[in-house]
């Protein structure tokens, strides 16, 4: 089975591998079954080993995607330029996308992520736990600025959101960024591993 991810970023690879539950060998494009416990025992096909690639493609969305309904579009639209990228090659396509969103009922901006899993005729969506941004940081988003590059200035380094992100950072290492997207992932995955869809 091989499944693209679209993007570069090899945290969102990790999150794909994590929600399939499946560990690397030693070549680094396939990666192999754990004991049974992960999503991938339950997919159609039970495959022994799979194949996670990296496939960079546009979000179709703004650099910054505020809202859940941009930042959604950005994973469903991710998911299928992997499929339209190299048509027949994939068998799932996962989109990941994370942005800033506001929830009724509760003050402030939030980080959030959504993963779109689909195999061209099906797409599942899940999404990764939500955190809220502190006030100065809200307050450079809603004046324009990137989540990414605001972060790499407050902790004065570069590719924050290749590492652990800005949810590592806010909760000093408590939530790591590839387990929170691979929880978006494993949600996403629900219709091709749970017969109630």
């Known amino acids: 089975m091989r499944v693209g991810v ?3 970023n090899p945290v969102k690879r990790r ?7 499946v560990e690397r060998d030693s070549d680094p494009g396939t990666v192999s079954r754990d004991s049974g416990t992960g999503a991938l025992h339950d997919l159609r096909g039970d495959p022994e080993a799979i ?3 990296t496939v960079p493609v546009p979000s179709g969305v703004s650099e910054q995607p505020t809202g859940h309904a941009e930042t959604i579009a950005g994973a469903e639209n991710r998911a299928a330029a992997v499929l339209d990228a190299e048509p027949d090659t994939y068998d799932l396509a996962v989109g990941i ?3 800033v969103a506001g929830f009724d009922g509760a003050d402030g901006l ?3 992520m959504w993963a779109a899993v689909s195999d061209g005729s099906r797409t599942g969506r899940g999404a990764g736990p939500s955190l809220e941004l502190p006030a100065d940081v809200a307050a450079r988003i809603e004046d324009g600025e990137e989540l990414g590059p605001v972060m790499d200035d407050l902790l004065d380094t570069e590719g924050v959101a ?3 992100g800005a949810a590592g950072a806010f909760t000093r290492g408590r939530v790591d960024r590839a387990d ?3 929880t978006a992932v494993a949600g996403a995955l629900g219709p091709f591993v749970s017969d109630l869809y």
């Not at 999150?15 to 539950?21: D, I, P, S, Y």
């Open 6 to 8: 679209g993007s570069g």
């Open 15 to 21: 999150a794909v591998e994590q929600a399939l539950g």
């Open 51 to 53: 194949a996670v690639e």
């Open 97 to 99: 996308e994370g942005g």
């Open 110 to 112: 939030f980080l959030v």
């Open 162 to 164: 290749r590492r652990g």
């Open 180 to 182: 929170a997207l691979a």
